[in-house]
């Protein structure tokens, strides 16, 4: 009964940190870009990804406490209704690596397949909210730029790049904390 507790009680408490730090990072991050319906944030996606190498649920937790701080930090709501589309890749991705983290977090090849897979779900997930705005689906949008400018490219590529970066710097948390993220990982799990 002990182990359920403390196990229950360290899952709690990695959902909470990695959501905190996802609230926060959009509301103080000094490095991003806004050209709407696109806005890139570097490192907003860290604390999902970390989230998605540990767990189903804790990415999705973590995917929606993130669109929580896109909505504090005052981001138009095309853009917070993006970030609550990553709780899709989130989950898709988490489930995927169950099993299998070690083997493509450990592997180049791998994990910029892995990487750029996700990043294409994340970047249709979000083109499909921007194109609900776009083609008037929610009023307020009034996007004077192309659909394959502003949807395609801006949202669509650049989410992708975006993506692809903030794994990489996810990846490099996780590795170089080396061990202790797999015990982490163990512990969190049972």
């Not at 360290?10 to 990072?25: F, G, K």
């Not at 180049?108 to 705005?133: D, N, Q, R, W, Y």
């Amino acid at each position: 009964m002990s182990i359920i507790k403390k196990s229950n009680t360290l899952r709690l408490t990695i959902t909470a940190l990695l959501t905190a730090i996802a609230i926060v990072i959009p509301m103080v991050m000094p490095i991003r870009v806004l050209i709407e319906p696109a806005s890139f944030t570097l490192a907003s996606h860290v604390p999902i990804f970390l989230a998605m190498f540990l767990s189903p649920g804790i990415a999705v937790a973590v995917a929606l406490g993130s669109a929580v701080g896109f909505l504090l930090a005052s981001f138009p709501i095309v853009i917070v209704l993006r970030a609550l589309s990553h709780v899709l890749f989130a989950y898709l991705g988490a489930k995927y690596l169950v099993g299998r983290r070690k083997e493509v977090l450990t592997s180049p090849v791998k994990s910029t397949i892995f990487s750029f897979i996700i990043g294409c779900v994340h970047g249709l997930a979000e083109m499909m909210i921007v194109s609900l705005f776009f083609f008037g689906f929610i009023p307020g949008s009034g996007y004077s730029e192309g659909f394959f400018y502003a949807v395609f490219l801006l949202v669509g590529v650049g989410t992708i790049v975006h993506s692809m970066v903030d794994f990489l710097i996810s990846q490099f948390v996780w590795t170089s904390l080396g061990k202790r993220t797999e015990t982490l990982a163990e512990k969190v799990n049972k």
